[in-house]
């Protein structure tokens, strides 16, 4: 599913002195050539972040798993945080929009902290013998997710025994020695196969992201399937020029070298795209800002920002670009009829769709962006369905990928954190 995008917003030509020149642009999209020749030996070489797209057999295999755990459990809790969570969300939250939903699929649950009252409330609510849990922890060591974890398998075996909790459980991580799977073999709870090689934020395309939303009766076969096309036009293409996510990575590169915007706003005109938001904050904070460098991404929802964050984006500091993000095939909907016919002000009103109504307001932001010369991509996708956002999560994965090459930059590590993971377990055993 093709995505396109409209930058002009962003250049000197249109916002003056805030946006880049054409000169500066085309610099850093020639430079861009070295990531599109690393993108695709990274493919030749059959990493997994851009093999699985291609793959078929792995989710096949999950099928019976899954019918077993969507015919036993009438809700199924998914215990995990950061990447083991974020990307399973963004595309879980496609089923809300089914029209049609099979009796048989259960509520899914995301528990992604350990706030104890989330905990409290849970447990008090849950049927425990038509409850599942999966486990999502790529190290098998992560704090938040091993506490998780022993609460829940605690309350269920005080409820149903320890046998039979075992049964309610499956846990992915990766393979060797690590702190869940020994707990896991221990009780005799399923494990599946997270691989090593595949970091937690790129991992939407694997089980981490895909069982949970064969779960939710989701069609991840497409999903992969709009995610292999973006790569497979990455594939046949010699020149970066050419390539949307090549254009948008160089945006955001150029704005970000010659005039300083420290802060990337993602703003979707689309109410499916709410829960995408945070696995793109994950996705570009975690794997671009390293050594003093990388831009800040932040969420904002359209039209509900326009009433809280547009004032802000428009007369407060010019440190932001700003992507705004529109489905052009979206259901119409109900036509608005006025109450008040002979109401003139709201005449404007009569025979407009909602859908109109978000369509006229993008346009306002747009506009109102550029009048106050803040630069301004609009990223446009046909459909947000299962193809569609795999389409997406691919396009944002290549620009960051990109930027990072453009940066030198190393995007799959995350070395910043890994001491703070050591000084919580320090100040837990000095308490």
């Known amino acids: 599913m093709s ?21 500066e642009y085309n610099t850093i999209l020639k430079k861009s050539a070295k990531a599109l020749s690393f993108i695709k030996i990274m493919i030749s070489n059959n990493n997994p972040l851009f093999l699985l797209p291609f793959e078929k057999k792995d989710l096949i295999s999950l099928e019976p798993l899954v019918r077993k755990f969507r015919h036993k459990f009438n809700e199924i809790i998914i ?24 009796h048989k699929t259960p509520k899914l ?24 849990f999966v486990v999502i922890s790529k190290s098998g060591n992560t704090l938040e997710t091993i506490s998780q974890f022993h609460l829940c398998f605690n309350s269920m075996e005080k409820k149903i025994g320890i046998k039979k909790a075992s049964k309610h459980f499956v846990l992915i991580t990766q393979n060797g020695k690590n702190t869940l799977r020994t707990i896991a073999k221990y009780l ?18 694997s089980l981490v992201g895909l069982f949970p939303a064969m779960l939710a009766g989701l069609d991840v076969y497409s999903f992969r399937d709009g995610a292999k096309t973006t790569l497979n036009e990455v594939l046949k293409q010699k020149n970066s020029k050419n390539l ?10 150029s704005l970000a070298k010659y005039r300083r915007k420290a802060n990337t706003v993602l703003m979707p005109y689309s109410d499916q795209l709410i829960s995408f938001i945070p696995w793109f904050r994950q996705l570009w904070a975690e794997s671009l800002g390293k050594g003093g ?86 990223l446009e996708i046909a459909k947000i369905d299962e193809k569609g956002l ?40 000095d308490i």
């Open 109 to 132: 649950t995301f528990v992604d902290n350990i706030d104890s009252e989330r905990f409290e409330s849970l447990f008090k609510r849950i049927d425990y013998a038509k409850t599942g």
């Open 244 to 253: 949307e996510s090549f254009k948008g990575a160089a945006i955001a590169f």
């Open 79 to 102: 215990l995990g945080t950061g990447g083991s969570s974020l990307g399973a969300q963004a595309i879980c939250s496609l089923a809300s929009y089914k029209t049609t939903r099979n």
């Open 390 to 429: 795999g389409s997406l999560m691919m396009h944002f994965i290549l620009e960051t990928i990109i930027v990072g090459n453009l940066d030198k930059i190393n995007v799959f590590n995350q070395p910043a954190v890994e001491s703070g993971k050591k000084l919580a377990k320090k100040y837990l055993r």
């Open 293 to 378: 460098g990388g831009t800040t991404p932040i969420g904002s929802i359209g039209t509900v920002d326009q009433h809280s964050q547009l004032q802000l984006y428009i007369d407060g500091p010019d440190d932001k670009f700003f992507t705004l993000i529109k489905v052009t095939e979206r259901k119409k909907g109900k036509k608005i009829r006025p109450i008040v016919r002979r109401n003139s002000d709201l005449n404007f009103l009569y025979n407009r769709t909602i859908d109109d109504v978000m369509n006229c307001q993008l346009k306002v932001t747009k506009s109102m962006l550029i009048r106050n010369k803040r630069p301004v991509r609009l």
């Open 3 to 23: 995505i396109v995008q409209n930058i002009t917003g962003c250049f000197n030509t249109t916002i003056g002195s805030s946006g880049i020149s054409r000169r």
């Open 188 to 205: 005799n709870i399923l494990i599946l196969e997270h691989d090593k090689d595949l970091g937690g934020r790129y991992s939407a395309f």
